[in-house]
C-alpha cells in the first residue's frame, strides 16, 4: 500500500467546477478567453466546470492564476512546517474527486521558486494536455508512465528522468497495472502561493 494510503490525505471538500465558473463569469471571460490564457482547451475546460474532469494540481493552478487568483482560493494544499520533511508526517492531500495523491516536499520561505511533489498515480490514469511557462524535471520512483512531450510517446520506467520545458505540450498516463510514484520539481510559477490574490469570501458559491 502507499505511504499516501497508509496515512491518509487531506482531501478538497469542494466541487472545483462551480467555483471556476462562478470566478469566470465574476470576470465576465467567456471560456475561450479562459482557455487561452490558462493553456487548456475549451472541450477539457467545459468538462471540468461541469465536474465531469478534475484537473491536475498544476492544470488547476494555471487556471487560477488565469483567474487572477491563487491556489488557495480552490484548495487548501497543505505546506511543511520545515524545510526538513520527514517520510511519515509529509504534507499529503487531493483534490476533489481526483485519484492523484500529493505529497508536498517543498518549503515556503522568502525568495523560494521551486515546488516540488511525490505523486501517486493509479492505474489508468491519464493527464490532460498542458503547456505553460516555466519548466519540470520528473523522475520515475515506482512503476512506468508513457510521457507525451510535443506528439511523441516516451515510456518512462523507475530510474528514469526528463527534464522539459513547460511550453512544450505535454500529458503523461499510466497504462500499467500497478499504481506509479512519480518525483516532480519545477519553476511552475503559478504554484507560487504568493502570488495571485486570495479571495476566501468569494469562493463561497451562490444558493
Known amino acids: 500500500m502507499a505511504q499516501g494510503e497508509r496515512q491518509g490525505r487531506h482531501k478538497a471538500d469542494r466541487p472545483l467546477g462551480p467555483l471556476i465558473r462562478k470566478r469566470r463569469k465574476q470576470l465576465g471571460l467567456t471560456l475561450q478567453a479562459l482557455c487561452d490564457t490558462a493553456g487548456v482547451s475549451v472541450g477539457y475546460l ?12 498544476g492544470t488547476l493552478a494555471q487556471i487560477a492564476a488565469a483567474l487572477d487568483v491563487t491556489l488557495e482560493y480552490f484548495v487548501a494544499t497543505p505546506v511543511p512546517a520545515d524545510s526538513l520533511t520527514r517520510a511519515d508526517t509529509r504534507p499529503q492531500f487531493s483534490l476533489n474527486d481526483s485519484s492523484i495523491g500529493y505529497e508536498n516536499l517543498a518549503a515556503d520561505f522568502p525568495g523560494a521558486e521551486l515546488s516540488s511533489y511525490i505523486l501517486h498515480v493509479p492505474v489508468g490514469y491519464v493527464s490532460e494536455v498542458v503547456s505553460h511557462d516555466g519548466e519540470e524535471i520528473i523522475y520515475i520512483l515506482d512503476g512506468e508512465i508513457e510521457q507525451m512531450l510535443d506528439g511523441e510517446v516516451i515510456t518512462m520506467k523507475a530510474g528514469d528522468s526528463l527534464h522539459y ?10 497504462p500499467t497495472d500497478k ?29
Do not use: C, F, Y
Open 179 to 207: 499504481p506509479v510514484r512519480i518525483l516532480w520539481t519545477g519553476t511552475l510559477a503559478v504554484l507560487n502561493r504568493k502570488g495571485g490574490i486570495r479571495l476566501p469570501e468569494m469562493a463561497q458559491l451562490d444558493s
Open 165 to 174: 520545458s513547460g511550453l512544450r505540450p505535454h500529458s503523461w498516463t499510466n
Open 46 to 57: 467545459s468538462q471540468v466546470e461541469r465536474d465531469n474532469a478534475t484537473p491536475s494540481l
